[in-house]
Structures are given as structure tokens and as C-alpha cells.
């Protein structure tokens, strides 16, 4: 029986990405040649550059790369909404066409080449595939640090994650519309996923340095994406602190106990050192509490508001060139950005 190739849309969230994104297209490109000659996939495969509101020439790159180039189209979001949501807009918007659909980062930090084991793994009937780190040599000491200490933390919360593995990743028509059915606002693939169950498989690979141009993720917003990652995720840290409540709360109890004793034998000082200790250490275990407490009201709030996560504003993956968008384009082309 003759089975058509599956159609493989590489999904590529892009922000302020114009130093990288020729080089980028050309070895995707590259990639998505071979494989279809070899007839793994579809020769209509695609290349689905998402861009996250750049405020650089990414999106005119893209338009203008996607005239010349039939393996290329884009998808512009309206404004900035973040790695992960412009990750879910690309997957959203390649689950309508695709068999299968891969997700890499602009800065080609994953190697292309284990594309190829994805696909194959696909073939296999593996749902989902996920590109695991060999070594993260490349990488800034802080940011391996940080990394580790973060999988570490998320673990012992009980949170499921794949080790070393970030957002490089295939994932089957079928993982794509039971992702579809996670209706939460705070995004994290990584969390997600592999709550999904279905058969999946793992790729290894040696992460590379940024091709070039600096990472997206500063310090803060890396803060807020574990932040969000284990708020959304897990209940632990509001126990945690339920628990030294209760602990305390007992300890006053005996301390309490001992003091009334200690005055009733006519033992009492001043008592200045121990009083501003306690106040110090309950007030900040309070605040500390109330904040953490605050984060999950925080995350409920984002929640039950359901927003649209993000605003498409031109789409070149499903629809024809419309008028308006190709004035868009032409704008943004000739006019750059302002
Ligand atoms: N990115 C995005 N929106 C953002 C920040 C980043 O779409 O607000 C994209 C970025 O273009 C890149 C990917 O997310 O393709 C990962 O970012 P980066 O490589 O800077 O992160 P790092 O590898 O340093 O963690
Ligand atoms: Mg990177």
C-alpha cells in the first residue's frame, strides 16, 4: 500500500531574531530538502516562522523569504507574548495542515541534524519525540547552574519534566490536538507534554552556542517563566508553608509555656534580643507566605479570565495574501519598521 509522506511543519518562534534568521531558514531548508528527497515526509513540508511582535526586521525577512522560498511562511503575532505562547500559536496554527510538527528555536542552539532521528522515530509511531541535551558545554555557567538547580526544584515539587530537554521537540497529530484541549492561560510546554501520556521517545543531541545575536531570556524573564512553571504546576510551596505554620505554632506553644514558668520563678530580662528576633523571623515568614500565596491568586486570576493568548495579525501559513496583508508586507518591507 502506498502511504503519502507525512507533512512535517517546523514550528520557529522568533523575537528580534534578524541577525539569525537567514542562516536559520537556509539550514532548515537545507533539512527539510533531504528528508523529502529521501520521501520522509511530504514535500510540502513547511517552515512556519512565528514572530513574537520583533521589533527589528524579523517579520519583513520572513515575508520576503516566503516569496522566494516555497518551504518558508510566517505567522506575525500582534505584539510580544512570549517564547511559549508564540510556540502554542505556531503549533495551533500547524496542526491544521500538518502530520507532524517540530518545534526549535530561532538561534539553532538545538542541532538540526536530529531532525532526522525525530523523523524517523515518527515513522516508528512515536507520538512524541523529545530532543534531550547531551551537554550543555555552551552554555554560561549561570545559566547551567541555574538550569540544574531548576529541574532539581521542579522534581522534588513532583513535577514531571523531561530532563535537559527545553522546547525542541516533534509532536504527532494526535499529541497536537490533545495539547489543544489544556485550556490554562500560564503556558509550559514542557509541563504539559508530558502529562499528555501517548508513546513517546527521546533524541539526544550536544547544544551548541547562539548562532549569534544574545539570548531573549534575560534573568527576568527567566525568573517568571520557573516561576510560572511551578505555580502552574504544583500546590507544594503553599503546603510548605502550611506546614511551618503548624510547626510554629506548636513551637510558640512551648516557648509560650516555658516563658510563663520562667516568670513565675521571677527569672525574667529584658528579653529585647529574642523579641526582635521573632519579630523579624515571623515577619518575614508572613510575608513570605502571603506572597507565595499571592502568586497562586495571581495564577487563578489569569485563569479565570480565559483570555485569547495571543493576536494573529498576518497569516501567511493558511490564507492567500490578502490585499491588506500584502500592502502590510510592502509596508514593512520597504518602509522597515518605525
Ligand atoms: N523568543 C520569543 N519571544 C520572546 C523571547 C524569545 O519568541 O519573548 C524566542 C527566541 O526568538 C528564540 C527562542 O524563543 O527563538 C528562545 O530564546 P533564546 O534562544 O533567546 O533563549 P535561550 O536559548 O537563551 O534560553
Ligand atoms: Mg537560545
Known amino acids: 500500500m502506498n502511504v503519502p509522506e507525512p507533512l512535517l511543519t517546523i514550528v520557529i518562534p522568533c523575537y528580534n531574531e534578524e541577525e539569525v534568521f537567514s542562516e536559520t531558514a537556509r539550514r532548515l531548508t537545507a533539512v527539510l530538502c533531504d528528508l523529502a528527497e529521501e520521501k520522509l515526509i511530504s514535500a510540502d513540508s513547511k517552515l512556519l516562522f512565528v514572530d513574537d511582535g520583533s521589533k527589528d526586521r524579523t517579520w519583513s525577512l520572513i515575508a520576503m523569504e516566503s516569496t522566494k522560498n516555497h518551504y518558508v511562511t510566517g505567522l506575525k503575532l500582534a505584539r510580544n507574548t512570549g517564547h511559549q505562547k508564540a510556540l502554542l500559536a505556531g503549533l495551533d496554527k500547524a496542526k491544521q495542515k500538518s502530520d507532524c510538527v517540530i518545534s526549535i ?3 539553532l542552539q538545538d542541532d538540526v541534524s536530529a531532525i ?12 512524541i519525540v523529545y530532543g534531550v541535551r547531551h551537554s550543555r558545554k555552551t552554555d554560561t555557567f549561570f545559566k547551567r547552574t541555574s538550569a540544574a538547580w531548576f529541574y532539581r526544584l521542579m522534581n522534588q515539587l513532583g513535577i514531571r519534566l523531561v530532563d535537559n530537554h527545553a522546547d525542541f521537540r516533534l509532536l504527532g497529530k494526535r499529541a497536537l490536538e490533545e495539547l489543544s484541549r489544556y485550556h490554562e492561560a500560564n ?6 507534554v508530558p502529562l499528555i501520556g501517548l508513546r513517546s521517545a527521546k533524541v539526544f543531541y550536544d547544544r551548541k552556542e547562539r548562532l549569534a545575536g544574545e539570548t531573549k531570556y534575560p534573568l527576568k524573564k527567566m525568573l517568571s517563566f520557573a516561576f510560572h512553571g511551578i505555580t502552574s504546576f504544583s500546590v507544594a510551596p503553599i503546603r ?10 506548636f513551637l510558640s506553644g512551648i516557648a509560650g509555656i516555658y516563658a510563663i514558668i520562667q516568670k513565675m520563678l521571677g527569672y525574667t530580662n529584658a528579653g529585647w534580643t529574642s523579641l526582635i528576633i521573632s519579630i523579624w523571623l515571623l515577619g518575614g515568614l508572613q510575608l513570605m507566605g502571603i506572597g507565595i500565596i499571592g502568586e497562586y491568586i495571581g495564577t487563578i486570576f489569569t485563569e479565570v479570565k480565559n483570555r485569547p493568548k ?11 495574501l490578502t490585499q491588506r496583508s500584502r500592502e502590510n508586507i510592502q509596508g514593512t518591507t520597504a518602509v522597515g519598521r518605525e
Open 310 to 320: 495571543y493576536t494573529v495579525d498576518i497569516d501567511l501559513y493558511t490564507e492567500r
Open 240 to 249: 510548605f508553608f502550611t506546614l511551618i505554620g503548624f510547626f510554629l505554632f
Open 105 to 107: 528555536d530561532a538561534d
Open 116 to 127: 532526522r532521528e525525530f523523523i524517523k522515530k515518527y515513522h516508528e509511531g512515536y507520538e
Open 187 to 192: 503556558v509550559f510546554l514542557r509541563g504539559i
